[in-house]
């Protein structure tokens, strides 16, 4: 949704945004509760489209078997009604591909009459290329807010780093939902080989934003291992999360899949180098050494020695968060996404 609240404030008001899917995401009510929400859904849907003003649906989904369905059936409505469709997939991952020769047909059936294909990886893409889908594909990113980045300069970055020198401080920053596949239990433990290395000149703190469905189970594990300098924030939006990635140095994002996670742009929007798995879209954009660098899935030790790396690096770290600056405000920027957006929806 972060992705959709941004980008309103960006495009011209010829667009229309229609709800559907869960409210709560990602807890649910229930089966019979979602089913009776999710065909409620679809009546309004169809109401909508009796006005006979709307030329185009675009429609977010991921490659579930239950979204599958749900947005299958927008896609197919609207092109029995004669109007152009593009499907967005912004949820993808290994394991959900391998799920999709289950129900492949259904997939393909719903999604392939599509005009249009928008994905966020180039390996996303050659996948639905292998599959059969002929039209075009088009890979995009996902954004940062602009407005988040106010303060944001190349001297502002050269500043932070003067700081560092002096302080010897670096504050690891974690921000997404709190769940194993994130990575989270792995940087923690990650920070716990940090604290126990007797060598290292660097006071480290991690700051942990998010929340999620192993929250109570994180907050326990951290009771028994009794780890200091670790801040849980919870759930941050507005001013609170441009302060969590202003007030950081380094970002880390151990997470076992994704698309292209909001998360890692807006931390380059913010000038900070990244720490991350080659998961999705990201390993399209991201050079290790430029940009940060790779970790591997499920390996604390790992983690601990490139943060070790970076921190004893303190010039290249400088460089990673200039050039991450640049990049995000080159590609990211939710300016430039939306005008992107629009070129897409104007040529279908």
């Given at each position: 949704?972060?992705?959709?609240s941004?980008?309103r404030?960006?495009?011209?008001g010829?667009?229309e945004?229609f ?17 009776k ?11 909508r489209?009796?006005?006979?003003d709307?030329r ?9 078997f239950s979204?599958?369905i ?5 896609i197919?409505y ?11 997939f ?12 289950n ?7 719903f999604f ?8 966020l ?7 639905l290329k ?22 944001i ?11 560092i ?6 504050n690891?920053?974690f921000l ?5 596949r ?26 942990i934003?998010?929340d ?10 951290l ?13 941050i939006d507005?001013?609170q ?18 698309g ?6 807006e ?11 080659p ?20 390996s ?10 970076l921190?004893m ?15 995000a405000?080159e590609?990211?920027?939710?300016d430039?996404?939306?005008?992107r ?8």
């Amino acid at each position: 949704m972060n992705y959709y609240s941004v980008l309103r404030d960006e495009l011209p008001g010829n667009f229309e945004y229609f709800e559907r899917g869960a409210r709560n995401w990602p807890y649910h009510n229930g089966f019979f509760t979602e089913l009776k929400r999710a065909l409620s859904d679809f009546k309004k849907f169809r109401e909508r489209l009796i006005e006979k003003d709307i030329r185009l649906v675009q429609t977010s989904t991921s490659l579930s078997f239950s979204t599958t369905i749900r947005d299958g059936f927008f896609i197919r409505y609207s092109k029995k009604k004669g109007i152009k469709a593009i499907v967005f997939f912004r949820g993808w991952d290994a394991a959900a591909e391998a799920k999709v020769k289950n129900y492949f047909y259904i997939f393909k059936f719903f999604f392939f009459k599509a005009d249009k294909i928008i994905t966020l990886s180039e390996s996303s893409k050659t996948t639905l290329k292998n599959w059969g889908y002929k039209k075009e594909i088009i890979v995009e990113t996902t954004l940062v807010n602009r407005d988040l980045l106010i303060n944001i300069s190349e001297e502002y970055i050269q500043d932070k780093f003067r700081k560092i020198k002096e302080e010897r401080t670096i504050n690891l920053l974690f921000l997404s939902r709190i769940e194993a596949r994130k990575g989270i239990f792995e940087l923690i433990e990650a920070f716990r080989i940090l604290s126990e290395n007797p060598g290292n000149s660097f006071r480290y703190i991690l700051t942990i934003c998010g929340d999620g469905l192993e929250m109570e189970k994180m907050l326990d594990w951290l009771k028994v291992l009794k780890l200091e300098n670790i801040v849980i924030k919870g759930f941050i939006d507005g001013l609170q999360k441009r302060e969590a990635f202003e007030n950081a140095q380094l970002f880390v994002f151990p997470s076992h899949g994704e698309g292209m996670p909001n998360a890692v742009l807006e931390a380059m929007g913010f000038g900070l180098p990244v720490l991350t798995t080659p998961v999705g879209g990201i390993t399209d954009f991201f050079i290790p050494g430029k940009h940060g660098n790779f970790i591997k899935v499920n390996s604390p030790r790992d983690i601990a020695d490139k943060i070790i790396f970076l921190t004893m690096n303190l010039d290249l770290l400088c460089e990673m968060s200039l050039n991450n600056y640049n990049l995000a405000n080159e590609k990211f920027r939710s300016d430039r996404v939306a005008e992107r957006i629009q070129k897409i929806f104007n040529n279908v």
